[in-house]
C-alpha cells in the first residue's frame, strides 16, 4: 500500500480495510506499507493504521 496515494492516502484506505473486515467479519488480509520514509517512528505510524510490514523503497 503506497502510504501517499492520491485521494485516499495509505494510512485511511488501510484503515478503511481493517474497518470492512471487521464489519463484514472477514479474515484480515495483509497490507504492506510502501513508503519512502525510513525513519524508525514511521514504522510504528504504518502498524498503527493496521499494516503489517513496512517496505522502504529508495
Known amino acids: 500500500m503506497d502510504v501517499q496515494r492520491p ?3 495509505g494510512f485511511d ?3 478503511a480495510i481493517r474497518r470492512w473486515e471487521k ?3 472477514k479474515k484480515q488480509i495483509s497490507i504492506i506499507a510502501l513508503t519512502a520514509h525510513a ?3 514511521y514504522r ?3 502498524l ?3 499494516m503489517r510490514l513496512r517496505a ?3
Open 48 to 50: 498503527q493504521h493496521g
Open 23 to 25: 464489519e463484514e467479519e
Open 56 to 58: 522502504v523503497r529508495g
Open 39 to 41: 525513519v524508525e517512528g
Open 7 to 9: 485521494v485516499m492516502d
Open 13 to 15: 484506505a488501510s484503515k
Open 44 to 46: 510504528d505510524t504504518c
